[in-house]
């Protein structure tokens, strides 16, 4: 049998210290990459943060791969961008076959406006390590290693935590507590709330292999393939000869066998044959997926708030788990900051806060759970449908749409829409509004359509000059929008 | 669609459909739903599919036969 070989990356170790601050504005409970999107943001809008992480190291092994635009754009006003850009393999669709026929090519939006890929393939250790160097870097921002938080109680004014470390145990308080300690949330438990939702029975295996390889980046998903009748298999390219294969294990099939690498590995050689990958390859990590959609019904308990996967579970299929942590970590850090620079004020902004990423869980549960009933049909007749789209779509395109992976996208709120992309010269350079919203980062942007500017961050534009901005966005008379530093366009 | 053509598309299909019953219930089963499918892009106007899904099967008044 084929000897395990090693990821092309190796953890740097940190150790517990001791701590003097025993009171911060903000305490991050975890430090995946929502916790460490988070510590960032804050520390970004000059707030004092402490993440408190159980593990001695960022993390290891397969889990999040794919980082969307929407994430990336994140990233690019927290100024990481550029990191994850030269790590990440940029790829902009993906093909699904049924047996041995093509039955879908599919392309996510990408036009000559965007600065930035639809999609890139960079594994969640790169993802974590580039937030940590970042947070590093930041002199607000406090990394706790090995420190394990357990919740104690919480009063108008603050939350208090115990924290257990090599060194010992302290009490901390905090103004507020942002949880982001996971999907078995110690947090959520501990006080007592709970994920409501559906849980799959379909298994997956998840298995990553070392394979130099020149083939493009794109997804592929093959169903019914040759080398695994009546399975479904996943395909993707990662960085540095990383490659990730997700297949369906069959309801008769032990899950306890099924795992082992003497299972494993003759279906990943059998896969490598029919797709001509004649190169020789090494595995690297072997584990097994139950698709789970979950969430809690409000992420806003008092002074505690809940992000990513401590406050929803999305199936893997559409790569929406740490993306939408992402984006929760995002729209979190700009309320939270708002409400610690307003101490009168009430907890409102934490309100919509929920009120808004709610919205959007719900609509990726909706979204992840078709890609999930497609990717692993819940019944004989979903599985039976399923057949009949598949073996229909090679020759009636109409049917394709029904294969379509369904990939992330930035969700609607109720009260606010994401903003569009756009290329064009201002100030006699060519610019972006992503570069414009990163460089006023926390700060929001404001655009005067053929009007004076209102504010001194404004900017103008005229229909001579940016006639394509004027059509991109629907403008024909005088207006001006307003795009939050979310990159949201707030509307009544 | 005259008496008589129906008769001769129901004829049709269920012949179509004793052939792929001698390859398993399955393949029958898939007939099926491959033709519902195709059906569905036909006709081509939601409110009128939905409302053939509920006659055909969410009605309440269906009820499975008892005998074979």
């Known amino acids: 049998m084929k000897a395990f070989g090693a990821y092309p990356f190796t953890p740097t170790k940190y150790q517990a210290k001791p701590v003097s601050a025993k009171h911060v504005p903000v305490l991050i409970v975890g430090g995946g990459p929502v916790g460490l999107t988070s510590a960032l943001a804050l520390a970004k809008q000059g707030i004092k943060v402490v993440v408190c992480e159980a593990d001695d190291s960022v993390c290891a092994g397969s889990r999040a791969i794919c980082i969307s635009r929407r994430s990336l754009e994140i990233f690019q006003r927290l100024g990481v961008v550029d990191k994850f850009l030269q790590f990440g393999l940029p790829w902009t669709g993906g093909r699904s076959y049924y047996q041995e026929h093509e039955v879908l090519h599919f392309h996510m939006p990408h036009d000559q406006h965007e600065q930035l890929p639809p999609m890139i393939n960079v594994a969640q250790y790169h993802i974590e390590d580039i937030l940590l160097q970042a947070c590093l870097q930041e002199p607000l921002c406090e990394i706790r290693w090995q420190s394990k938080v357990s919740y104690g109680a919480q009063t108008e004014q603050q939350v208090a935590v115990q924290v257990e470390t090599p060194l010992g145990e302290y009490q901390q308080t905090a103004d507020f507590l942002i949880a982001c300690d996971g999907g078995r949330s110690s947090i959520r438990e501990s006080m007592g709330l709970k994920l409501l939702g559906t849980s799959y029975e379909g298994r997956y295996i998840i298995v990553d292999i070392l394979l130099q390889s020149d083939r493009a980046t794109e997804r592929l998903a093959y169903f019914d393939p040759r080398c695994n009748r009546g399975s479904t298999v996943l395909v993707h390219k990662q960085p540095h000869g990383v490659w990730r294969i997700d297949y369906q294990l069959q309801a008769d099939e032990d899950p306890v066998e099924a795992v082992k690498a003497e299972a494993v590995l003759p279906r990943v050689q059998s896969l490598l044959e029919m797709m001509g990958e004649k190169a020789d390859w090494q595995p690297i990590w072997i584990s097994m997926y139950k698709a789970n959609a979950l969430s809690m019904e409000r992420y806003h308990h008092g002074r505690v708030v809940f992000a990513g996967d401590a406050a929803h579970l999305l199936p893997i299929f559409g790569v929406r788990g740490a993306n939408s942590g992402i984006d929760d970590a995002d729209n979190l850090a700009l309320k939270l900051a708002h409400t610690l620079a307003h101490p009168k004020q009430d907890l409102e902004p934490l309100a919509l806060y929920s009120i808004e990423r709610v919205a959007a869980a719900q609509e990726n549960l909706r979204q992840a759970m078709k890609s999930t009933d497609f990717m692993a049909p819940p019944s004989h007749a979903f599985a039976l449908l399923r057949t009949a789209v598949l073996s229909l779509a090679q020759t009636e395109p109409r049917l394709r749409s029904l294969i379509n992976p369904r990939q992330t996208t930035a969700i609607h709120y109720p009260k606010a829409t994401p903003y569009r992309e756009t290329c064009f010269y201002y100030q006699g350079q060519k610019t972006y509004l992503g570069k414009l919203l990163a460089e006023r980062y926390p700060r929001d942007l404001g655009i005067c359509f053929d009007l004076p500017a209102q504010h001194v961050d404004d900017i103008v534009l005229n229909h001579e000059q940016h006639a394509e901005v004027f059509s991109r966005y629907h403008i024909s008379t005088p207006t001006r929008i307003l795009i939050r530093a979310d990159g949201y366009i707030p509307h009544d | ?68």
Do not use: W
């Open chain 2, 1 to 68: 669609m005259t008496e008589s053509e129906l008769d001769q598309c129901y004829t049709e299909l269920c012949q179509a459909l004793s052939r792929q019953d001698t390859q398993g219930r399955q393949n029958t089963e898939l007939g099926l739903a491959r033709f519902a499918l195709l059906a569905m892009l036909e006709i081509n106007e939601p409110a009128k599919v939905r409302s053939l899904i509920h006659r055909a099967i969410l009605d309440p008044s269906f009820t499975l036969p008892s005998g074979p």
